[in-house]
């Protein structure tokens, strides 16, 4: 039991760490709002653009309270900047729905019986894997500072 609790300690002061379990949890929050929207619309480019705010803001909080346990002063300022580095990667989800969801499913379709839903989650889901290291990148070098809460 001591082995496990330490594991978690451990876990839980490691930066990278935290931030690859909150990106997880990012990442399904993003995944179930997309299927979600895109089975009631069936309208890629709108699920994609809605899941991606709501996993911006689930993102933000999680990244500016425990990741990078910034201080409560001048969060707008870091939201700002926060926002401006995803709609980088949103450029490149966008991106890739509109090439291999909306122009040309069958590339992934052929593996799936051309199963469009299935087609969308794959590509969200390779999508948020590209995201997670290029948000992580973005988050270290120009959102969050060394400026930690006490």
Known sequence: MKKIKSLIIFAWNNE??????FGGLTTLV????????????E?????????????LLFAF??????????????????????TSARLTTLVLDFAMTWFFVKTYPHIVGQFVNDDIHLVDTIVGLVSQVLIILLNYIFSKLFVFDNSKKA
């Open 61 to 82: 909080f999680t990244n500016d309270i425990w990741v990078f346990n910034q201080k409560r002063s001048g969060w707008f300022k870091r939201f700002i900047k926060f």
């Open 16 to 21: 990278a760490l935290k931030y690859l379990f």
């Open 30 to 41: 993003y995944l179930i709002s997309r299927i979600t929207i895109f089975y009631l619309t």
């Open 43 to 55: 309208l890629p480019e709108l699920s994609t653009v809605t899941a991606n705010a709501i996993a």
